[in-house]
């Protein structure tokens, strides 16, 4: 597996990662033993960063990956966030970045986890009520104290990007980024390209739409959090497919799949974006790590430039509950 650096921090890791959050929620039953046969094979093939949070499974993701881990952490850039409170059911009900909060989260991960330290801990989701100062600052105080290495925001605006790295610098930032979602091009990748922040995509297969094998809601799982979202229903449904056939066609002319192209897309925008596709099993783990190694034409990527500019997808990427966790912050704040 290539390696790759996330900005300016001299954090290395694999090119591409594992997001570790469909092992516990939002994607259909769970099987802990496949996903911990999973996240070890993804350490066989040198797949060296795991993304995980507080938030996923009510903290049970945290212990899944630290139990999976127990033998090889040195083996692991281990990334997780606080910040989102999720009520009984499950579901988010609130944001919390207040520097006690970012605290006790951090000591219950790392609790979970059960590891001395967090390679990379994000906040995240922006808690409007915290200045994000308050919320930097406290993360910057867990790094002084040796809980943390590095920090990050995820779906932060750019202006919240700068305030915070003002406070402590900022190694990476997450927020979702792909073939159908390229508004990060426009907004906060400019300020990570100046500030010299790594940028990690996550869902960057469309929450596994790119990969062609989403084409009816009707036969997910019924807590399938895809039923939910608008770019999956109707007619916005029928439009994307349609991309997704464009997408297709290419990768068959490159003799690969959909979903290695529009990871090896990602790869091919900049040197320090590090895509996160989440799966729980190992035959799709190793598909998408492979695509680290598709290296891209220049007329390869003006063609999927082509088949996919900013507005080709239609639907927003969130239902409209979950929409107002995201960063409203003004471009001049």
């Keep these: 597996m290539k390696l790759r650096q996330l900005g300016k921090s001299g954090l290395t890791v694999s090119a591409i990662g594992l997001g570790c959050m469909g092992m516990s929620q939002s ?5 802990d033993e496949e996903s911990i046969r999973t996240l070890h094979r993804a350490l066989d093939i040198g797949v060296t960063l795991l993304d995980t949070a507080a938030a996923y499974g009510m903290g049970t993701n945290e212990r899944l990956v630290g139990r999976a881990i127990r033998d090889r952490r040195h083996e ?14 499950g579901l988010p009900i609130a944001l919390d970045g207040s520097p006690k909060h970012v605290r006790e989260s951090c000591d219950a991960s790392l609790q979970r986890l059960n590891v001395d330290v967090i390679d990379l801990f994000y906040l995240h989701r922006v808690d409007p009520n915290t200045p ?16 943390v290495r590095h920090l990050g925001l995820s779906e932060a605006a750019p202006a919240t990007i700068r305030r915070a790295h003002k406070v402590h610098p900022i190694a990476a930032l997450q927020s979702e980024y792909s073939l159908w979602w390229r508004e990060p091009e426009s907004t906060v990748l400019p300020v990570c390209r100046e500030l010299g922040i790594g940028f990690v995509p996550f869902s960057p297969l469309g929450r596994g739409f ?11 799982a019924a807590d399938d959090l895809r039923r939910r979202l608008p770019r999956f229903q109707g007619e916005n449904l029928q ?7 464009r997408l297709e066609e290419i990768a068959a002319r490159k003799n690969c799949s959909a979903s290695q192209l529009a990871l090896a897309w990602l790869l091919a925008v900049a040197p320090d974006i590090v895509p996160i596709p989440g799966t729980k099993r190992r035959t799709y783990l190793e598909s998408n790590a492979a695509a680290a190694d598709i290296e891209l034409t220049s007329r390869e990527v003006n063609q999927l430039d082509a088949a996919f500019p900013a507005d080709a997808a239609t639907g927003e990427r969130y239902a409209p509950e979950m929409m107002r966790w995201l960063d409203k912050t003004p471009a001049r704040a």
């Design 27 to 31: 994607y259909g039953p769970v099987d």
């Design 210 to 220: 790119l990969s062609g094998q989403v084409t009816r809601t009707d036969s997910l």
């Design 132 to 147: 994000i100062e308050e919320s930097v600052g406290a993360m910057s105080e867990l790094a002084r104290a040796g809980k």
């Design 239 to 245: 439009h994307n497919l349609g991309l997704v056939r």
């Design 76 to 89: 692991v850039v281990l990334a997780t966030k606080c910040g989102i409170i999720r009520g009984a059911d």
